[in-house]
């Protein structure tokens, strides 16, 4: 039962195969076998493969089976196509398309493989990746919000400073007319004169202007640090916004990218093994001696082509033969009186009819 299914699987005839040996019947069940297998390890990369890009797993096993029969399909048909005819060259030019094929198809089956078999190590050069990404994004968002909180930084040390100033002013003021009341400086008479009068409402009108401007400069100061809280909380919203989108930077691409960023040798030799069991039904056939198989079915084949050429020799001699007889019966036809002249009765009969009607047409065409 499993020798017949693996058989089938080989795309050769059973019927005939059953007329050979037990030994030939085997050969073609391996070959059927390596075709259902590679089918099947079809399957299940292009399952994973799926399986990182709708991250369901049914849609996954319902798509990579459908790749899976396609492979299995490719493959049979490569195989059951490539027939040994004792002529290298010729086979050789016969598999080469379908070795070509055998390669592209070995390197869609391996790859998947490949990114589950590394996928710790593949993990590892996304998560670097993604850090990078993140930090890359964060100096970009930075660019849009940084000009606009240093400007308002820049206008809340000016307020600073102006009040600084003025309180510098107001503290000299302070100074000149104390130094005036105990007379170390001005008139330098010791008591509350008219100078120094003068010099106390000079700062208390100068105090009353930095109270002013503290209070007008707080309202502002205050202002400009909450845009630029608002700026901060923006910024933050927008990397947190951001962030699900490089977290999701692993996808089937991303992958691959990260596999490439491994050392090569391993892939390869994972690709080649791939390789060799893609290629394995196509070489095995090209290898392998003439058997009984083969023999039977270049017979068979023969018989076909001898039975179709002898069917469309017999009617191109039909048809030659009819052409020579109808033409010799004519040719004996033309020497016919009788014939001759009942044609000749009948085609007068013919113009009479056609010169009544047109005349008839005519005449009423005139009434």
């Known amino acids: 039962m499993l020798q017949r299914f693996f058989i089938l699987c080989s ?23 390596t075709v259902f297998f590679t089918a099947i390890m079809a399957l299940i990369a292009s399952s994973y493969a799926l399986f990182t890009v709708f991250d369901n ?7 990579g089976a459908i790749w899976g ?5 490719l493959d049979r048909f490569i195989v059951s196509t490539i027939k040994k005819r004792d ?7 016969q598999a080469t398309p379908r070795i070509i094929l055998a390669i592209i198809i ?39 919000y940084s000009p606009k909180i240093d400007e308002l ?41 008219p100078v120094y009068e003068e010099k106390r409402q000079k ?28 700026l901060d909380t923006a ?11 490089i977290d999701g930077f692993d996808g089937l691409m991303a992958r691959i990218t990260a596999l490439r960023e491994l050392p090569w040798f391993p892939s390869f030799f994972i690709f080649l093994l791939f390789l060799a069991i893609e290629t394995s039904p196509i070489i095995a056939k090209l290898l392998a001696p003439k058997g009984e198989y083969d023999i039977k079915l270049e017979e068979e084949e023969s018989i076909l082509a001898s039975w179709v050429a002898q069917k469309m020799a017999q009617r191109a001699l039909i048809v030659t033969t009819d052409n020579d007889i109808n033409q010799k019966i004519y040719e004996d036809l033309k020497g016919e009186e009788e014939l001759y002249g009942y044609k000749k009765k009948r085609a007068e009969e013919l113009l009479r009819l056609q010169a009544d009607t047109f005349h008839d047409i005519q005449v009423k065409g005139l009434k």
Do not use: W
């Open 57 to 63: 797993v049914y849609a996954a096993v319902f798509f």
């Open 235 to 245: 910024y933050a919203t927008a990397v947190q916004n951001s962030q699900p989108i």
């Open 87 to 93: 002529r290298l060259k010729s086979e050789l030019l």
């Open 153 to 193: 930084n820049q206008n809340i040390r000016l307020l600073k400073n102006e009040i600084a100033t003025k309180e510098a002013e107001t503290n000299a003021l302070y100074n000149t007319y104390i130094s005036e009341a105990e007379g170390t400086a001005g008139t330098k008479l010791l008591g509350k004169g």
């Open 11 to 33: 795309g050769a005839d059973s019927e005939l195969l059953k007329t050979c040996s037990k030994g030939e019947q085997n050969k073609y069940a391996g070959i059927g076998a």
């Open 106 to 144: 070995a390197v869609v089956i391996s790859k998947p493989l490949e990114m589950k078999i590394f996928e710790k190590e593949i993990t590892q050069v996304l998560l670097v990746q993604k850090n990078a990404l993140t930090l890359a994004n964060k100096d970009q968002l930075a660019l849009q």
């Open 203 to 230: 700062h208390d009108a100068a105090l009353a202007d930095l109270q002013n401007l503290k209070t007008t400069n707080a309202e502002k100061i205050s202002g400009l640090e909450i845009q630029i809280t608002n």
């Open 69 to 73: 029969l396609l492979i299995f399909n």
